[in-house]
């Protein structure tokens, strides 16, 4: 059964780091694109990170760029999402997502909205909540 299952969220203060871990089941994270998404309610789902097969390819968010660093585990076969100073405005569900198209983390695709729907695979989501 193909499956994504995210953990790792949590209450946080400003300036504090969290790292969320993606566990994957059912298909290889190193053999597609992974990402990371975010959901405000009311606000629509953004990207917030992407790699490339084989890691060739990061792209950040600019509100995230510097602060955020998406990385995977072949052995392992998790995805994570290291956040550092982290800001109120980070709170929000984030979602770890796998897609087979390259295209769909190019920096320019993957900040439309269309982008989402080229990643196939999606966990249910954890809650980050950044607040003092």
């Known amino acids: 059964q193909v499956q994504l299952v995210e953990s790792g969220g949590g209450l946080v203060q400003p300036g504090g780091s969290l790292r969320l871990s993606c566990a994957a089941s059912?298909?290889?994270?190193?053999?597609?694109?992974v990402g990371w998404f975010r959901q405000v309610p009311g606000k629509e789902r953004e990207g917030v990170s992407c790699s490339s097969r084989n890691d060739g390819i990061t792209y950040y968010r600019g509100s995230v760029e510097g602060r955020f660093t998406i990385s995977r585990d072949k052995a392992a076969n998790m995805v994570y999402l290291q956040m550092n100073s982290l800001k109120p405005e980070d709170t929000a569900v984030y979602y770890c997502a796998a897609g087979p198209n390259p295209y769909s983390c190019t920096g320019s695709y993957f900040s439309t909205f269309g982008a989402q729907y080229e990643y196939d695979y999606w966990g249910q989501g954890t809650q980050v909540t950044v607040s003092s």
């Open positions: 059912g298909f290889s994270v190193d053999d597609f694109v």
